[in-house]
């Protein structure tokens, strides 16, 4: 059983007003509402103070912390770890964001702007997980999962609330999907109050954690692999508590786009709805353009879920250069309107 019910995220909306930014813009999109045959409209949650919508859900984390909490952590460096260092700072408590001494400087930096102290502890990600682990049990700090909290979740849930409250007739909603925390929250706001609404997880092809565990019915770890939605990668845990749940009961379906039609996807919301946004923002729109996605007829939302985009990447891909993924190399090309 899942244990997130609506007023779980009807009570987040109320908590995380003075921290999060909401009801943020629904515009539409002409370009993709012309390829859709039918109204896109693009949730833009690239306005939030940190750049993504993690803020959402790190902030009702932060106002619902148990009693006695001296401060909290994570070892994310990307949005999760941004949005905890934004939303301890708004709320007075200290944040210590754990990571390698693999993370480039200027995620360290970026970390420390926000406020945070910037922990460096060995040579991988695991080891950074685990002094993540010993300030929560040795030193009276809470670690804030990106995406397997049911505050977290019920943050991003919010997003839900207000895309019904400004379009009740939508359709289709797109969620960009990686742990689960995002769509898992969404839909279940989305299904209670209008259950023939159809909402389908997006996520990039090779790498895909919760859409290889929905599919093996429990959680699995896969291979990581670089790619332009960067934020969409990393698994779900192996000791997965709600999100792996909350994603099989609400989401209708999991499409997987490729590398290259998130390039292109890039492309396209630059050029035609003029945004700057990451590879894990596209993947809405480059289901879309793939005419792969199984929508109904009416309105379709996808959610621009951040802006934290490498901009050598971001500058390469909008004027139609190559771009080194790892070790392939995805060929560069024109977008013509
Ligand atoms: C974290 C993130 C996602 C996916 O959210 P999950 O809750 O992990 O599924 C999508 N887009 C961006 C920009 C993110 O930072």
Redesign the pocket.
Known sequence: MTALTLADILDARRRIADVATLDTPLPPSPFLSRIAGDDVLLKLEIGQATG?F?LRGAANAVLNLPEGTKGVTCCST???GRAVAYAARARGLRAVICMSNLVPETKVAGIRALGAEARIVGRSQDEAQVESLRLAKEEGFYEIS??DDLHVIAG?GTIGLELLDRRPDLATVLI????????GGIACALKTIKPSIRVIGITMEHGAAMHASMAAGKPVAVTEIASLAD??GGGIGAENRYSFELCRRFLDDVVLVSEEEIYRAMQVHYHEDRLVC?G??AVGAAALISGRLDVQPGPIATLI??RNVDMKVFTDIISGRDVHLGDTTLKGHHHAA
């Not at 960009?176 to 769509?183: M, T």
């Open positions: 993504a993690k990307g949005n999760h990106p995406f991003q960009p999907l990686s742990g689960g925390g995002l769509a934020s969409l990451e894990a923002s879920t951040g």
